[in-house]
């Protein structure tokens, strides 16, 4: 299993725009299912943006139409492009390779 590492977070402004990378301690040119969960105090994880297994896009309702997820394969690296920021996007976000491999989390937070 590879271990997946994310980039630092941050502090924005709401109507801002950060991207976070998600880099593998290995190869993921095979690995399809890969994707960006968050979570939200005093909320569950909840689906951000995902591959999927099947090789489909999918993005959580919220965030359709601002956010995007791309990879690198040839730097093994999944991104999350995230443009008009709102306050309730803040929440740690995760990363995950493959089926059981999450990254650490890292904090986004969106001051109004």
């Known amino acids: 299993q590879v271990r997946p590492v994310e980039s630092e977070g941050g502090l924005v402004q709401a109507g801002g725009s950060l991207r976070l990378s998600c880099t593998a301690s290995?190869?993921?040119?095979?690995?399809?299912?890969m994707g960006w969960y968050r979570r939200a105090p005093g909320k569950q994880r909840e689906l951000v943006a995902a591959f999927t297994s099947g090789g489909s896009t999918v993005y959580g309702d919220s965030v359709k139409g601002r956010f995007t997820i791309s990879r690198d394969n040839a730097k093994n690296t999944l991104y999350l492009q995230m443009n008009s920021l709102k306050p309730e996007d803040t929440g740690v976000y995760y990363c995950?390779?493959?089926?059981?491999?999450w990254g650490q989390g890292t904090q986004v937070t969106v001051s109004s």
């Open positions: 290995g190869s993921i040119f095979s690995i399809n299912a």
């Open positions: 995950r390779v493959g089926l059981f491999s």
